[in-house]
């Protein structure tokens, strides 16, 4: 009776199994059950967690400093977060010579991971989605996602550090990735945008949300506006609402390419801050002003171009009464001149005289 509720014990309330009939049977049973847990404990890393049933190995909060070498094989989801791990060397993952080819899932945040080296992620070919997010990545090397010729998620959430951001991403060989459908770069303070983003043909997301962007170039929207299937994410980013922003806006109108475009709000100029790109006027972004102000400045010159044209052909025309005229000044103050130097003379004969006293 007592070794029968020590089955019920293990097994709890299992329909899986039928419940022994016989002790011998029982004793057979406990002893399997032992050596199929030593089994799994040999199977599964001392730093990790392994769940066998879900496919799942999580290696968290460890401190682990190297990614576990004895994963097992049969793992499809793989989370290993809140160690550090600052790089992932060639063929991180491949487990004592052999790859984990179940491996769907790879969930890499928050490792205080800065270096990527070429073919990291080596013997993973049914790789689907891979966060990178909440690392502090200084360095991917351009081959580093070789091989990922299934990935369909990349996340590089609040990964990439302010002064490499954009140069990592325009090294990176997207070409590579021919199955990326989703890129997420949201946190990243990212300023401007590399063209080489959109190299992938298959990419239907982009989440560019959170970041340092003040407008977008003409020249990204029209990548955008041909790639019909994608997406873009353009939330919390500080826009300029000037004269810069009026290709977005003009886009932003008339697009359905940009499901969060209801929600983006001016940051700058002052007067604007706050407002809703959508509500905007196309006179707010004092394109037309602009325009307007050259054009008067122009004009003004050119009216004042003339004012001088027409003095200076008075002068010449009136050449000859201005010489006269000129002659009767000069006449004058001579005349002038000499009643002065008269009375100068005059004058100054008294004191003359005085002196002679
Ligand atoms: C992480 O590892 C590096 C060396 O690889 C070490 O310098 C650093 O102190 C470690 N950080 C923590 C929080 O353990
Ligand atoms: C790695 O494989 C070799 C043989 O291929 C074996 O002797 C060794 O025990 C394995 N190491 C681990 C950690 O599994
Ligand atoms: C990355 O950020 C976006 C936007 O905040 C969010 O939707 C997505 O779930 C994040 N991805 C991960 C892996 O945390
Ligand atoms: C934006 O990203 C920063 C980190 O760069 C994070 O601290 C902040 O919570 C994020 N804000 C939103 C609204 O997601
Ligand atoms: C708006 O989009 C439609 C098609 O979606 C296009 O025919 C039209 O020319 C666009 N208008 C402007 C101003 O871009």
């Not at 200084?138 to 299934?150: E, M, P, T, V, W």
């Not at 009643?339 to 008294?350: G, I, N, Q, T």
Request: proline share 3%; charged share 20%.
């Amino acid at each position: 009776m007592a070794r029968r509720k020590l089955w019920l014990y293990f097994h709890g309330n299992s329909t899986a199994f039928r419940i022994p009939k016989r002790p011998c049977f029982c004793w057979v049973s406990v002893i399997c059950m032992l050596y199929l847990l030593t089994r799994t404990d040999f199977a599964c890393s001392s730093s990790c967690d392994c769940f066998e049933n879900a496919r799942t190995v999580t290696c968290l909060d460890m401190n682990l400093s190297k990614l576990p070498q004895d994963i097992p094989m049969w793992v499809e989801t793989l989370k290993v977060s809140g160690n550090n791990i600052t790089t992932l060397t060639r063929g991180a993952f491949a487990t004592n010579g052999t790859s984990l080819h179940h491996l769907a899932t790879l969930l890499l945040s928050g490792n205080n991971v800065q270096c990527i080296e070429a073919f990291a992620f080596e013997g993973l070919p049914n790789l689907k989605t891979l966060d990178l997010s909440s690392n502090r990545l200084l360095y991917i090397s351009d081959d580093a996602f070789f091989g990922l010729h299934k990935l369909n998620i990349l996340s590089l959430n609040t990964s990439l550090s302010y002064s490499v951001g954009n140069q990592i991403i325009n090294t990176l060989t997207f070409e590579r990735l021919s199955s990326l459908t989703r890129l997420e770069l949201s946190g990243n303070k990212m300023s401007s945008l590399p063209t080489k983003l959109f190299a992938s043909q298959n990419l239907k997301a982009l989440d560019l949300t959170n970041n340092s962007l003040k407008t977008v170039e003409a020249e990204i929207i029209l990548k955008w506006s041909q790639h019909e299937k994608i997406r873009v994410y353009l939330q919390f980013n500080p826009l300029m609402c000037d004269c810069s922003l009026e290709t977005l806006y003009l886009w932003l109108e008339n697009t359905t390419q940009v499901p969060d475009a209801g929600h983006l709000r001016c940051f700058g100029p002052e007067r604007l801050n706050g407002t809703l790109v959508l509500k905007l006027k196309t006179e707010d972004l004092q394109c037309g002003n602009a325009d307007l102000e050259t054009v008067s400045y122009v004009f003004l010159g050119i009216v004042l171009a003339l004012i001088g044209v027409i003095f200076l052909m008075v002068l010449y025309l009136n050449r000859k009464g201005i010489k006269r005229w000129l002659n009767n000044i000069r006449e004058a103050c001579r005349d002038q001149m000499e009643v002065y130097h008269y009375r100068y003379e005059h004058d100054s004969d008294p004191r003359l005289a005085s002196v002679a006293v």
